[in-house]
Antibody, heavy 119, light 110 residues
Framework: EVQLVESGGGLVQSGGSLRLSCAAS????????MHWVRQVPGKGLVWVSR????????TYADSVKGRFTISRDNAKNTLYLQMNSLRADDTAVYYC????????????WGQGTTVTVSS | QTVVTQEPSFSVSPGGTVTLTCGLS?????????PSWYQQIPGQAPRTLIY???SRSSGVPDRFSGSILGNKAALTITGAQADDESDYYC??????????FGDGTKVTVL
């Protein structure tokens, strides 16, 4: 069964750091691009970041550029999001999502992990 | 800054047809934006419906279809069912590895 499981969320103070993980199983992880998408409770989905298959190419939304870093470990089938200089408006549920090369979108989603930044 | 526009809400009768759209604050949506569509029941993870404008994701019933209508991407639900009541989001590929979601459309079936 194809599965993505996020972890690492929690409560952190403004200005702090947190690293999210997304454990992948049931598919060849190294063959897929991966995304992070976030959602403030009651609000819409917002794209955060994307990484290519070997980790050599990354892109970010302007709102997180310079503060967040996406990375992956294909040997461990795991995607990461290092979040630094956190702000109250980073509070959200963070989803990881799989992206086939020819999709230009996402096909499989995790259940999300909640990040709360206290001011 | 590019804004992706969606209708805030839509109502459809059971068995009816509804077309949701996904536009740009400036310019037209074409297949070059590779529009995709996602369904989300509040409290749950999103589910992929359509990718690359009109390709249905695995397991998605054929009452969901994607297209380009005029200068917007469109998601049509034909023969709406009660469990289609949900939030629907589009996302556009802006190039250079950057994506932008619309704010979503809340669909009510009644």
């Amino acid at each position: 069964e194809v599965q993505l499981v996020e972890s690492g969320g929690g409560l952190v103070q403004s200005g702090g750091s947190l690293r999210l993980s997304c454990a992948a199983s049931g598919f060849i992880f190294s063959s897929y691009l991966m995304h992070w998408v976030r959602q403030v409770p009651g609000k819409g989905l917002v794209w955060v970041s994307r990484i290519n298959t070997d980790g050599s190419g990354t892109t970010y939304a302007d709102s997180v550029k310079g503060r967040f870093t996406i990375s992956r470990d294909n040997a461990k089938n795991t995607l990461y999001l290092q979040m630094n200089s956190l702000r109250a408006d980073d509070t959200a549920v963070y989803y990881c999502a799989r992206a086939p090369n020819d999709y230009f979108g996402m096909d499989v989603w995790g259940q999300g992990t909640t990040v709360t930044v206290s001011s | 800054q590019t804004v992706v526009t969606q209708e805030p809400s839509f109502s459809v009768s059971p068995g009816g047809t509804v077309t949701l759209t996904c536009g740009l604050s400036s310019g037209s949506v074409s297949t070059s934006y590779y529009p995709s569509w996602y369904q989300q029941i509040p409290g749950q993870a999103p589910r992929t419906l359509i990718y690359r404008t009109n390709s249905r994701s695995s397991g998605v019933p054929d009452r969901f279809s994607g297209s380009i209508l005029g200068n917007k991407a469109a998601l049509t639900i034909t023969g709406a069912q009660a469990d289609d009541e949900s939030d629907y989001y589009c996302v556009l590929y802006m190039g250079s590895g950057v994506y932008v979601f619309g704010d979503g459309t809340k669909v009510t079936v009644l």
